[in-house]
Nanobody, 114 residues
Framework: VQLQASGGGLAQAGGSLRLSCATSGSVFNVNAIGWYRQPTGKQREMVAVISVGGNTHYADSVKGRYTISRDTATNTVNLQMNSLRVEDTAVYYC?????????WGQGTQVTVSS
């Protein structure tokens, strides 16, 4: 199971960024995929998850600002992040699980400046 994360970078508060997580069809069509984030010195936390059927779940802190979606043409899960806040600064990871094992993509840094 491979997850290839991309996107991220630097944005000003109030701005937008987009993250993408590409994977194989065998993963994309079978497993829910989510985004987690880990601010420096803090624990990793769930941000958003999308099921194969398109059902979504968001952390309260990002509801109404972030949108997770599936692109079936490219086997990619995207995270559109709008109205960014300084507290959104973190390393973001895409995640899936299969047969009780967790799989993580490489982290991508998101930095929001005031």
């Amino acid at each position: 199971v491979q997850l290839q994360a991309s996107g991220g970078g630097l944005a000003q508060a109030g701005g937008s960024l987009r993250l993408s997580c590409a994977t194989s069809g065998s993963v994309f069509n079978v497993n829910a995929i989510g985004w987690y984030r880990q601010p420096t010195g803090k624990q990793r936390e769930m941000v958003a998850v999308i099921s194969v059927g398109g059902n979504t779940h968001y952390a309260d802190s990002v509801k109404g600002r972030y949108t997770i979606s599936r692109d079936t043409a490219t086997n990619t899960v995207n995270l559109q992040m709008n109205s960014l806040r300084v507290e959104d600064t973190a390393v973001y990871y895409c995640h899936t699980s299969r047969l009780g094992r967790d799989y993580w993509g490489q982290g991508t840094q998101v930095t929001v400046s005031s």
